[in-house]
């Protein structure tokens, strides 16, 4: 059977998408054709910055859903054929693997059955109970009883599973913003000094990081709340300080106290603007 190109409406076999080859190759000039595959060189690199940062070839293998065979490839080449470290490699691979960020918390550097310093884990299920959960709430939703998640609040506790320190980070993230109900669940909290959620930064699972301050937590929310009002509802001094209930000189002062936590904002929202 003779097929026809739809553009020219020549007999051409094989069609390309229903095109004859000239016709294909200008139909994806006018479009800005990208070839499928690209250098292997920066992906290369990237999968050692993960490796220096402390990830597996394995975990980083489950993370880009590559198999660790064509990760082999692209580090050593290939022993079978003697050939050297992957040049070319298709785009969709690269993307995966360039998408793999760089990883901060020890969970995320090692696969899910390995023991990983629990500092974090422990800060955040402290926190946690001083947010108004009971243990036994963050025990059921770790899928742990309340006897087995008893280590995971105490500051003795050196180790946990990669896998335990993963469920308790995302349950971290999921209620850090939503105060819990229990009132002795936050007087326990209280009576241990253990800090609030918004009172960890992003580095709560460096040993040297420590929690803001209850004046400190409140500075920063006044920076916050003020930068919103006069840059984002364009409201003057005059209209804040009202909107406040307090007078001119009082929020003068404040601003004065409080710059640099209003210039710490203004540079996170410009930030997060461009990026």
Same mark, same amino acid.
């Given at each position: ?43 290369? /690199? ?8 402390? %990830? ?10 590559? #198999?660790? $065979? ?12 003697? #050939?050297?470290?992957?040049?070319? %490699? ?44 009971? *243990?036994?709430?963050?025990?059921? *939703?770790?899928?742990? $009883?309340?006897?087995?998640? $008893?280590?995971?609040?105490?500051? #003795? ?9 993963? /469920? ?15 009132? *002795? ?20 699972? %460096?040993? #040297? ?6 004046? /400190? ?7 916050? *709340? ?16 009202? /909107? ?29 603007? $461009?990026?």
């Amino acid at each position: 059977m003779t097929t026809y190109c739809e553009k020219c409406q020549r007999a051409y076999k094989p069609l390309r998408r229903g095109y004859c080859n000239r016709c294909d190759m200008d139909r994806r000039a006018r479009i800005g054709y990208q070839c499928s595959f690209v250098d292997a060189e920066p992906v290369r /690199k990237h999968v050692q910055d993960l490796r220096d940062a402390g %990830m597996g070839t394995r975990t980083i293998a489950a993370a880009a859903g590559i #198999s660790r $065979t064509a990760l082999g490839r692209l580090i050593n080449g290939s022993l079978y054929r003697g #050939s050297g470290p992957t040049k070319r %490699m298709h785009r969709r691979t690269a993307d995966a693997i360039l998408a793999i960020a760089i990883p901060t918390a020890p969970h995320l550097r090692v696969a899910p059955g390995h023991l990983v310093d629990a500092i974090g884990t422990v800060r955040r299920g402290q926190a946690l109970v001083a947010f108004g959960y009971p *243990r036994s709430h963050i025990a059921a *939703r770790l899928g742990l $009883t309340p006897a087995n998640a $008893t280590h995971l609040f105490k500051d #003795s506790t050196q180790h946990v599973r990669a896998a335990t320190a993963a /469920k308790m980070a995302a349950l971290f993230c999921e209620l850090e913003n939503q105060p819990g109900t229990s009132l *002795r669940a936050r007087r326990e909290g209280k009576r241990n000094k253990w800090p609030v959620p918004m009172q960890w930064d992003d580095d709560i699972d %460096m040993p #040297s990081a420590a929690p803001q301050t209850t004046a /400190k937590l409140r500075a920063t929310a006044w920076a916050e *709340r003020y930068v919103e009002m006069r840059d984002f509802l364009q409201l003057t001094d005059r209209q804040i300080a009202d /909107k406040l209930g307090i007078q001119m000189y009082s929020l003068e002062r404040q601003k004065v106290r409080h710059a640099s936590d209003i210039d710490a904002r203004r540079h996170e929202h410009e930030m997060k603007a $461009t990026a």
